[in-house]
């Protein structure tokens, strides 16, 4: 495919507008229109309008369909794509440009489009949004700006090119494009209901009266200067300058950014100081506003700038790039408060910097305004969140006059600094991404269920619905279904499920282990009266399972439910495994553990407890056909000191499990380790009698800790040492001695390898405690005659989980290596179903939800404080309505068809600039834009591509250019039979053809 984007004529504009508008009530896709208070109206440039809020200059302001699909979402004012002489394809931009998955970068800086196809671009919208105001009474048709930005040096500025593009802007009356603007809306004119000729000469040419200036970084004050006064003086514009970070100097800049977890971010000093200087700025500014006070013109400055750091992880295909969105924010209000001070809040700021929801009303009432926003649609929801913004700035009382109030501007600093909004999480998450590829048709995917996700498959959309509504016991039957353990994995779980929820994108993902725990709490009771004991099934063979831990409880309840004889064995004196013997009780409780195993029990499964199972051939004897050996990793990796010992910690925990009042250990405890075997540890140790300091050492930072996030914070608020960067050398009178080390360049798996530094330091210890790993007792399978890999691990059969013993299988641990809980129930699972039939699967459907329009009136809404909604109604309910690559796509160029009455996405290959936003937001391991069915409109961009994909030749016979599996035919969809194309293709194609033809327009 190719990234060039092929502007849509104003005449198919209106007939696309029109038509989807009578097909599917949507306009570009945005389903909730906002209507604005027509009384209510804010002055700016001698223009009004309604909401002094809408997108910056950037991917939504590029092409018109972007613009429209802003305004229809309540934007009120626009800063356009910004337009410099070095245009179109001169830009060479690489591909992709953006990538937006928490703060975002950007490699891309002004329009893709040759100045004069942005200038019709702008043309059309303007005139677009005038007829859509009033058709659909949307507002005030004067109640929006379009404000221009332009870059970024004097020379560039004063070529014709850029010059004939301002003075055009400023009145397009006598341009080809206005002209064929009012053709086209003359030709369509019975498609309207409230427009007529009188309106459409009523219309005003002027499109835009300001403009913003952006330019390079090392632009010089004097030649800042320079342009402002052109712009003010010769092109009488209402001028705003945007200014940068760099202002705030290198030193607080990398401070607040280290200190907001943004560490990572690679930047050095040198922009710092090539860029305009805070005191050359000041006396700049005044000076500029004073010419402009004198020609009553508006002057004020654009906050801030994108900030420039370097591609240090391969996020884009550049050298640098510009960061915006939420990391941005503390710096840019930063330099609002800072020029703000110097001239006592009269200096006018329009702002941009990582403005959101969560902000947008503390930056309104602090005096800022208009404020635009980029960032925060480029993610899921996308132009729908401009709504609920909209509704909360025009909810405010309009000022009329510039003064920003100090205070509330220190207030807003002060906040950027505590907030957890603007701080990256300790632990950077992991790939919401499952490993799925993405399907050419059906693609809907709720992805906490994806490989990568829960791996039993639990139906999550259905039980978190169900919660949603009060129907704990109904909730409970669907977890129990695929989980056997609703309390175990309802408190210790280690959720992989919640890294791909995609709620992450709008403000953290849903709590959905808490949920699955609440549905355990409120129904357990009710859920073991009404269900009823299984009938044990003739001459079924006897199963017996050796460790009574979350695998071997999950396969005795599995196999007793579904009516075959089974016993597990566990040689401790209670069932649970860890989760009795190990993990501390202020984590589980064995009360909880208890439930789970009460569950199995219900169901028919014999627990023999406190005594060692019997050897393979004395379980065969005793009359059991199939044996399943569910034992955890419990052998320790031994830490090597060179003085001294350590402790097993799964030891220590286990006798603090026994007594955890019982202090024998002193006042002073080390644990070495970073995973949640360390934490668990170091937060028992705390709560010992008489222990005085308990510290954790890790070679690596807490970043770099293995432990689950929740746990690293968890005991950071229990107050234990963490002593990062350190590796234990030697243990003696009383001391650890370790070695200092560095972090240095990046491992496989991502983390930065520790290196040694030479230095050492001593730290008391009464005792260490090792906690850096478990491993599997091969020796122990070996004795059975169980093969094992070199690694210690079993050999199975990967579908069956059955050694090279017929009969015996190996889940959990001693399979994978140290698993988490979950990962031990699909094990037990896969097993399972080699003995016989698990009927797993009743409540599949239930993950999706009938009413098409609940979970999409959901999308671009985010929760703030003052919004009391529950854990489990934030579900997207992915499974039902995805559309993320449709919400995210700037250009509009993902789009829902209709098949069949089934919703799929089709690919809209001149719209796409192969920006790859859709890429990082869809759940599947895939680019939509590459991999979605593909529309296009002309043969040589047909040719120019590898998607699937197709291109209609002649519209009434339904002859179309198809690529399909690699091979490219012409087809003539009314006579095709015996085609190798399937059926749902056909069916698409024809349905474009038949009911969205305005999608094949020029």
């Known amino acids: 495919m190719s990234d060039v984007m092929r502007p849509i004529s104003i005449e198919s504009l209106l007939d696309w507008v029109m038509k989807e508008y009578r097909k599917t009530g949507t306009i570009f896709g945005i389903r909730q229109f906002y209507k604005a208070d027509k009384s209510k109206k804010i002055s700016l440039f001698n223009e009004k309008m309604e909401v002094p809020f809408g997108p910056a200059a950037g991917p ?49 800086w002004s329009t893709e489009l040759r100045v004069p196809q942005a200038f019709e671009e702008y043309t059309k919208a303007w005139f677009v949004l005038k007829l859509l105001s009033r058709e659909f009474d949307l507002g005030d048709p004067d109640g929006f700006i379009f404000n221009m930005s332009v870059g970024y040096d004097l020379e560039g500025i004063l070529t014709p090119k850029i010059q004939k593009y301002i003075h055009d802007m400023q009145d397009v009356s006598k341009t080809p494009i206005w002209g064929e603007c009012l053709q086209a809306a003359r030709k369509y004119m019975e498609q309207f209901t409230r427009i007529d000729e009188e309106y459409l000469n009523e219309i005003s040419p002027y499109v835009s009266r300001s403009i913003t200036l952006s330019t390079l970084h090392g632009c010089p004050p004097d030649e800042i200067e320079k342009i402002a006064t052109h712009f003010i003086k010769e092109q009488q514009l209402h001028t705003f300058i945007k200014c940068n970070p760099t202002l705030l100097g290198y030193d607080y800049a990398r401070e607040m950014m280290n200190k907001l977890g943004f560490d990572y971010m690679e930047f050095d000093d040198h922009h710092f100081v090539e860029d305009l200087q805070f005191e050359e700025a000041v006396p700049m500014l005044k000076r500029l506003q004073n010419l402009a006070d004198r020609l009553q013109r508006n002057f004020g400055v654009k906050i801030t700038n994108t900030f420039p750091v370097d591609v240090g992880q391969n996020e884009l295909p550049a050298e640098e790039m510009f960061m915006s969105g939420r990391a941005l924010f503390p710096l840019s209000i ?111 995917t709720a992805p906490c269920r994806g490989t990568g996700g829960c791996p039993i498959d639990q139906d999550i959309p259905a039980y ?134 009460d ?42 000191l060179d003085k001294g010992e350590a402790i097993n910690s799964l030891e220590f925990l286990s006798d603090l499990r026994v007594d955890p009042r019982h202090n024998v250990y002193g006042e002073d405890i080390v644990v070495i380790g970073g995973g949640n075997t360390a934490m668990d540890c170091a937060r028992a140790a705390k709560r010992l009698p008489g222990v005085k300091n308990v510290s954790l050492v890790y070679r690596r930072d807490k970043r770099n800790m293995p432990a689950d996030e929740e746990e690293l914070l968890t005991t950071l608020d229990e107050d234990v040492t963490f002593r990062e960067l350190l590796s234990p050398v030697s243990l003696e009178n009383g001391y650890l001695t370790c070695e200092v080390m560095k972090l240095g360049k990046r491992d496989e798996s991502g983390r930065q390898r520790p290196e040694s530094t030479g230095q050492f330091v001593d730290i008391k210890a009464s005792t260490v405690v090792s906690a850096i790993g478990e491993k599997v007792d091969d020796s122990y399978f070996n004795e059975l005659g169980i093969q094992t890999d070199p690694r210690g691990r079993v050999l199975v059969d990967p579908d069956t989980l059955e050694t090279n013993l017929e009969h015996v299988y190996v889940v959990g641990d001693a399979h994978r290596g140290p698993a ?49 909604v529950s854990q489990a109604e934030r579900c997207l309910e992915c499974s039902t309505i995805c559309e993320s690559c449709v919400d995210v796509c700037p250009n509009r160029a993902n789009v829902v068809i209709n098949v069949n009455d089934r919703p799929q996405i089709m690919h809209i290959d001149r719209m796409c600039n192969e920006c790859g936003n859709c890429e990082t937001f869809c759940p599947y391991s895939s680019a939509p834009y590459k991999v979605k069915f593909t529309l296009f409109n002309n043969e040589e961009d047909f040719y120019n591509s590898t998607n699937q994909g197709f291109y209609v030749i002649d519209q009434a016979t339904k002859t179309c250019l198809v690529r399909y599996k690699d091979k490219e035919q012409t087809v003539e969809l009314n006579t095709t039979s015996n085609t190798d194309i399937a059926d749902g293709i056909i069916d698409l194609m024809e349905t474009v053809i038949d009911d969205y033809d305005f999608c094949l327009a020029n």
């Not at 309540?74 to 703060?103: H, N, Y």
């Open 60 to 108: 939504q302001t590029q092409l018109a369909q972007n613009i429209v699909a802003a305004y229809v979402s309540g934007a009120r004012f626009f800063e356009l794509k910004t337009v410099q002489v070095i245009d179109g394809e001169d830009t060479g931009i690489a591909k992709p440009c953006i990538s937006a998955r928490d703060e975002a970068y950007n490699s891309e």
């Open 334 to 444: 930063a330099v609002a408060k800072k020029l703000s001070d110097a001239f006592s809040g009269k200096l006018q700021i329009s702002y941009s910097g990582g403005a959101d929801i969560f902000n947008i009303k503390d930056l309104f009432e602090a005096g800022i305004w208009p404020i635009t926003v980029a960032t925060t649609l480029l993610k899921p929801g996308g132009y729908q969140r401009i709504q609920q913004m909209s509704n909360v700035i025009s909810s405010l009382e309009y000022p009329n006059y510039i003064q920003l109030e100090l205070d509330k501007l220190t207030e807003l600093v002060e906040k950027s600094k505590a907030q957890a909004l603007y701080q990256k999480p300790i632990k950077l998450p992991i790939s919401p991404k499952i490993k799925e590829k993405l399907p050419l048709l059906d693609c809907y």
């Open 464 to 597: 978190l619905r169900y919660v949603s509504e009060g129907k704990h016991l109904e909730a409970l039957k669907v977890i129990v279904d695929k989980n056997p353990l609703p309390f175990i994995t309802g408190t210790i779980c280690a959720h992989p499920c919640q890294t791909k929820c995609t709620r992450q994108f709008y403000e953290n993902s849903i709590d959905i282990r808490g949920v699955k725990l609440e549905a355990a709490e409120n129904a357990y009771d009710e859920l073991m009266a009404t269900m009823e004991k299984p009938e044990r099934k003739e001459n079924a063979p006897k199963t017996a399972v050796v460790g009574g831990g979350p695998a071997g409880i999950s396969a005795g309840y599995l196999l007793a439910r579904e009516g075959y004889p089974v016993t597990v064995f566990e040689k401790g004196n209670d069932a649970g495994g860890v989760c009795s013997q190990i993990v501390p009780e202020f984590r589980i409780s064995m009360e909880s553990v208890q439930k789970d195993v």
């Open 599 to 640: 569950m199995a029990k219900f169901m028919g499964a014999e627990f023999k407890t406190g005594e060692a199972a019997p050897a393979i051939d004395s379980l065969k004897d005793a009359g059991y056909e199939n044996i399943i050996y569910a034992i955890g990793a419990h052998k320790h990796n031994n830490l090597r």
């Open 820 to 868: 988490t809980i979950v990962e031990a129930i699909a094990d037990a699972t896969k097993a399972c179903s080699s003995i016989c039939e698990i009927h797993n699967k009743n409540y599949e459907r239930a993950n999706k939800n009938i009413d098409l329009q609940e979970p999409r009136s959901k999308r671009g809404i985010l929760l703030t404080d003052e919004d009391p």
